[in-house]
């Protein structure tokens, strides 16, 4: 396994402000291909990439049960729609910094196995 240390180019604070946003180039600086585990400045697992977790027997055995859990949603804007992501202007010429994530088309979606908690699943 790959073992890179990092440091966190956002606080805390400025992690958790971006959760459920689309992420772009902007957001990183080395695109994780392989086995890799990233160790932050205090000792922190920040992340592990295992590529190729669930074995395609397994994924292909997986599927018709898996899509049978998942639900229609189309609260997936900017991940379901190109250029889903609009800046409004302002009445004085300059663009906005929020942004508007219209609602996607519908998809199937659904989680399997473990996520965080966080504002919108605060179990």
Do not use: W
């Amino acid at each position: 396994m790959n073992i890179v240390n990092v440091n966190r180019a956002l606080s805390k604070e400025e992690s958790d402000n971006i959760i459920g946003t689309f992420a772009n180039e902007t957001h990183y600086d080395t695109l994780i291909e392989k086995l890799t585990c990233a160790i932050d400045e205090n000792g922190d697992e920040l992340f592990s990439f295992i590529p190729n977790a669930i074995p395609n027997a397994i994924a292909k055995s997986s599927y018709l049960p898996l899509i049978r859990g998942a639900t229609h949603t189309n609260n997936r804007g900017s991940a379901t729609k190109k250029g889903a992501i609009k800046y409004s202007q302002k009445k004085d010429g300059t663009m906005s910094k929020t942004n508007k994530i219209p609602y996607g088309e519908e998809v199937l979606s659904g989680i399997a196995g473990y996520f965080d908690r966080y504002t919108r699943h605060p179990f």
